[in-house]
């Protein structure tokens, strides 16, 4: 029986927590028996056996420092505060269950605290899209990825934002017990076993926040004219330079190319087409100057990690517009 321990602090978000209490606690149906053995443990708290979640939740459990300690996974939810330094005690324990041999795995925000422990460093992770530029600010060693549902480097898991949580925790289970276990489960839960794409597809994509104001008026009217066959010489002759000189602007105020930047603009309007219309996908890559449906998918799926078709699918809510 696999044993894993979920390792919870004051200020906790609520969230994060649930998700492993009920995949790996309780009763399941149809999955293998015995199941895992879950303790929740407080480490690192203002008083043993008692965390404080953010507003009128309390866990209280017997379980501490050594039940974390002997446990063959380490699971660390949501930090409480991104911005602060985690427990040392937590980080400590964390280092020694791994020196143990435990498996060590956090969700969401989680990876703050695993980060302290520098057992990322050198490392690729992940953490909630929104947390990834801090995270690789506050922890330069990690090698941030935003854009996946979860990293498994075998002894070190980092996990995505939020829902992305079931995803990690049902891999776990799918490495522990299997692909038929993991299937059962997703099921109960009435979610994907395994969901196609990344974080990408979740994140916002605006205009740049770094701006060169020159270059302003030139970006703003690109926007306008997606449609466009706008290529890198078109758009130097109208900001009056040369092609070289425009690259080199362009990777000064976005920091990419011409036209990986068209790309990236051309894609977002495409997002908003595919969740809020019925227009074909054809309709959609001309409106957005892709050419072809082809090359809208080959984009896509490039720049969000999932196709058009599993975007629209996931994202369409309500009549067509």
Same mark, same amino acid.
């Given at each position: 029986?696999?044993?894993?321990?979920v390792?919870?602090?004051?200020?906790?978000?609520f969230?994060?927590?649930?998700?492993?209490c009920?995949?790996?606690g309780?009763?399941?149906?149809?999955?293998?028996?015995?199941?895992?053995d879950l303790?929740?443990?407080?480490?690192?708290?203002?008083?043993?056996g008692d965390? !404080?979640?953010?507003?009128?939740?309390?866990?209280?459990?017997?379980y501490g420092?050594?039940d974390l300690l002997?446990?063959?996974? *380490?699971?660390?939810?949501?930090?409480?505060?991104?911005?602060?330094?985690p427990?040392?005690a937590?980080v400590?324990?964390?280092?020694?269950?791994h020196?143990?041999?435990?498996?060590l795995?956090?969700?969401?925000?989680g990876?703050?605290? =695993?980060?302290a422990?520098?057992l990322?460093?050198?490392?690729s992770?992940?953490?909630?899209?929104a947390?990834?530029?801090?995270?690789a600010?506050?922890?330069p060693?990690?090698?941030?990825?935003?854009?996946?549902?979860?990293?498994d480097?075998?002894?070190?898991v980092?996990?995505?934002?939020?829902t992305a949580?079931?995803?990690v925790?049902?891999?776990?289970?799918?490495?522990?017990?299997?692909?038929?276990?993991?299937?059962?489960v997703?099921?109960q839960?009435?979610?994907?076993?395994?969901?196609?794409?990344?974080?990408?597809?979740?994140?916002e994509?605006?205009?740049?926040?770094?701006?060169?104001?020159s270059?302003?008026?030139l970006?703003?009217?690109? *926007?306008?004219? =997606?449609a466009?066959?706008?290529?890198?010489?078109?758009?130097?002759? !109208?900001?009056?330079?040369?092609p070289?000189?425009?690259?080199?602007?362009?990777?000064?105020?976005?920091?990419?190319t011409?036209?990986?930047?068209?790309?990236a603009?051309?894609?977002a309007?495409a997002?908003e087409l =595919? %969740?809020?219309?019925?227009?074909?996908? %054809?309709? *959609?890559a001309?409106?957005?100057?892709?050419?072809?449906?082809?090359?809208?998918?080959?984009r896509?799926?490039?720049?969000?990690? *999932?196709?058009?078709?599993?975007?629209?699918?996931?994202f369409?809510s309500?009549?067509?517009?």
């Open positions: 029986m696999p044993s894993i321990a390792a919870v602090t004051d200020g906790m978000p969230f994060e927590l649930a998700i492993p009920h995949i790996f309780g009763d399941r149906m149809d999955v293998p028996d015995p199941w895992y303790r929740v443990c407080t480490v690192g708290t203002e008083r043993d965390a !404080r979640a953010r507003s009128w939740f309390r866990a209280r459990t017997p420092a050594e002997s446990a063959d996974t *380490v699971l660390v939810p949501a930090s409480a505060d991104v911005h602060g330094d427990p040392p937590l400590e324990a964390l280092r020694e269950a020196r143990r041999g435990a498996r795995v956090s969700l969401c925000s990876a703050f605290t =695993l980060a422990t520098g990322l460093d050198g490392r992770a992940t953490t909630h899209w947390y990834a530029r801090l995270l600010e506050r922890h060693a990690v090698r941030v990825d935003p854009a996946v549902l979860y990293v480097h075998g002894d070190v980092t996990g995505a934002g939020s949580s079931i995803d925790c049902l891999h776990l289970v799918r490495e522990d017990f299997g692909v038929e276990a993991a299937n059962a997703a099921r839960l009435v979610a994907p076993a395994h969901r196609p794409g990344g974080q990408a597809q979740f994140i994509a605006p205009l740049p926040e770094r701006t060169d104001d270059l302003a008026p970006l703003h009217w690109a *926007v306008e004219h =997606l466009d066959p706008l290529t890198v010489a078109g758009l130097a002759r !109208r900001a009056h330079t040369s070289r000189t425009l690259a080199r602007r362009f990777r000064a105020a976005t920091g990419t011409p036209m990986q930047w068209l790309q603009q051309r894609v309007p997002r =595919l %969740e809020s219309t019925d227009v074909p996908v %054809e309709r *959609v001309q409106l957005c100057g892709l050419g072809t449906a082809a090359n809208l998918r080959r896509f799926t490039k720049l969000v990690g *999932v196709a058009p078709h599993d975007y629209r699918r996931t369409r309500g009549r067509a517009a």
